[in-house]
């Protein structure tokens, strides 16, 4: 049951497993002694218990680790330029993606504004030609081949723990930060 | 930061004396009468999270010869906890002054 246990912590960021993974195993160890005295069942229902405890405390710390907060009150009140080393994901992102998304919207109304405006200056469009279509075509698989390529080479990167973000919170895991606080 | 029940355990218990995260475990399921069983991911989660906040300090334990982590609270952690506690006492003030009112 500890392997499992283990196996589990696996699942855990690098640098959170650094800094409590041992420290977990220990009080695991611990839980199990306590409940293999109360009997088959009580080590079945506790093992259960910690087994969904570590999947779900897995998938939250890595979803603290990609938005970088921790859904507290508190994080708001220290300061707006409060710097953390870990990933963030850029709020302002989503403030200028909505930016662009209305700049084209409005570029596109008014397009169809000076067409009607000018309705003879702009002829039909005739078919297009299958050549065209072919190099469209083509475009299109380049365009998914790159994507493809792209996100299996991530995934060989993610896999053996080389990606920019997990060599980073390697080389300087919150435990420092922590033991200086 | 949100104070739920069962991070006020964890700060109960640990206002107390420092404790090592089974103890913590342990004095959380006896002061909730057995009601809050925490999982040793939720412990944890909840510790690394008042550790961010400064709310609590981790110390090695004196009596231990595995050298253990213990956890403390910080003088941060106990204002901010004797403020949740007024939040409470007037919570419950509150709420016994409408019920009581309700049934006049």
Known sequence: MLAFYRALLRLYPAAYRCEYGDEMMDVLMEVKTENRKKGA???????AHETGGLLFGAAREHFYTITGSHGS???SLRGRFAMKSEFRFPKATVGLMMVILAAVMLTIEKARAISASIPHANPAVGPIHPTQSMIVQALLATLIWA???GAIGWGILYVLRRTGVQQLSEMNPSAGQRANK | MEVSEPVLLILL????QPRHGYAILQDTEQMSEGRVRLSTGTLYGALARLLDERWIERIKENDSSRGRQAYRLTAAGRRNLQMEIARMKHLTRLAALRVARKET
């Open chain 1, 41 to 47: 069942l009580a080590l079945l229902f506790s093992g």
């Open chain 1, 147 to 149: 994507i493809g390529a």
């Open chain 2, 13 to 16: 218990s640990l206002a107390e």
């Open chain 1, 73 to 75: 009150r508190m994080s």
